[in-house]
């Protein structure tokens, strides 16, 4: 099972169905310039032509270090290039939300970092509860007409809020979300009750991050004992954190000694073993995976393009299932 390109929901326009996120490009104890570098190269050479950032990764440096890249290496045009906006970048009341204000002046920073006359794929970061809808989704149409934004799309919607988006685009002659992004793994399963089956019926893509659940679901953290107090496992203020501590819940640690057990009766890493249960479920179009170093890309795209056995993956759902029936909603 190797690499494949799929529509992008109902539109015209193919991705990977592997999507490089770049929230580590430019982050303390991330990935520098000239790792990030290699690693976007590493990605495109490899089949990868979906990339995914946002103008509040790491102060900017995320989309500026993507930015020249594809200027210097002349691939802009090799990539279906995404970003976001609503998150805090500044101190300033207006520094943050899906507001037209905003919008405006954010979408004119994200094209001087990422050195382009249009970003592909523009989402909305998450929902903004002091901002009306028709008022964002009017920002973004107007972004379209302009050429700016190719697509739009929302992050961390719930199903009924992506309803009622669509249902504003259509009576309204507007733009409409083509794309939405949230987190999906093994413990964290709840966009499978209706964000998927709703998005696969109304032509969303669904573009999920996190797959390995931060590399909880590699096995590689131990169920007892201390836990990372790095950056990288903790985040940040602004970034916010990678690896929650709550995933270390004896309900999630216990989903994680089974995939384990899978893995060995298998011979099959963890890591192919998570990745495959996301890319095998109906309804997801590219999972966002990120890497700090190029060890992590050519790892990540090996597993990707080995299928495991049909039986493995037999078990992974039957663990994923129980696991999920067992959750709250």
């Excluded at 290496?73 to 998150?87: E, F, M, N, P, Y």
């Excluded at 004119?108 to 970003?119: A, F, M, P, Y």
């Excluded at 109906?282 to 190029?294: C, K, L, N, S, W």
């Amino acid at each position: 099972m190797s690499l494949k390109y799929v529509k992008l929901g109902r539109t015209g326009v193919k991705v990977s169905d592997l999507c490089l996120g770049s929230d580590l490009f430019g982050f303390q104890g991330g990935a520098d310039e000239q790792v990030s570098r290699r690693i976007l190269g590493g990605a495109l050479d490899g089949g990868i032509n979906f990339v995914d950032t946002a103008e509040s990764y790491n102060e900017g440096r995320s989309e500026e270090f993507i930015g020249r890249y594809l200027k210097d290496s002349g691939r802009r045009d090799q990539v279906v290039l995404a970003t976001k906006c609503r998150s805090r970048t500044g101190t300033g009341p207006n520094d943050a939300g899906a507001s037209r204000y905003h919008i405006a002046r954010a979408v004119e920073g994200s094209l001087r970092r990422l050195q382009t006359d249009r970003i592909d794929l523009y989402y909305i970061h998450s929902f903004d509860p002091a901002t009306p809808l028709d008022e964002t989704l009017s920002a973004l149409d107007v972004l379209v007409r302009q050429g700016k934004v190719l697509y739009i799309g929302c992050s961390n919607f719930a199903a009924w809020r992506l309803a009622k988006s669509l249902w504003i685009s259509d009576v309204r002659h507007m733009a409409r979300f083509d794309a939405i992004q949230s987190v999906f793994n093994i413990v964290e399963p709840g966009l499978e009750r209706e964000v998927i089956p709703f998005s696969m019926q109304e032509g969303v893509a669904v573009v999920p991050y996190s797959p390995l659940a931060s590399g909880f679901l590699t096995g590689m953290h131990p169920r007892t004992g201390p836990r990372p107090d790095s950056k990288i496992f903790l985040g940040d203020a602004q970034r916010g954190p990678t690896m929650t501590p709550w995933y270390f819940q004896e309900s999630r640690l216990g989903v994680v000694e089974k995939l384990r057990g899978v893995s060995e009766r298998y011979g099959q890493p963890m890591v192919r073993l998570a990745l495959h249960w996301v890319r095998q479920t109906p309804g997801v179009t590219a999972p966002i995976f990120g890497a700090r170093t190029e060890e992590q890309l050519k790892g990540t795209l090996e597993e990707w393009n080995t299928a495991p056995p049909v039986e493995a993956m037999a078990e992974v759902r039957q663990i994923a299932d129980a696991f999920a029936a067992s959750s709250p909603m």
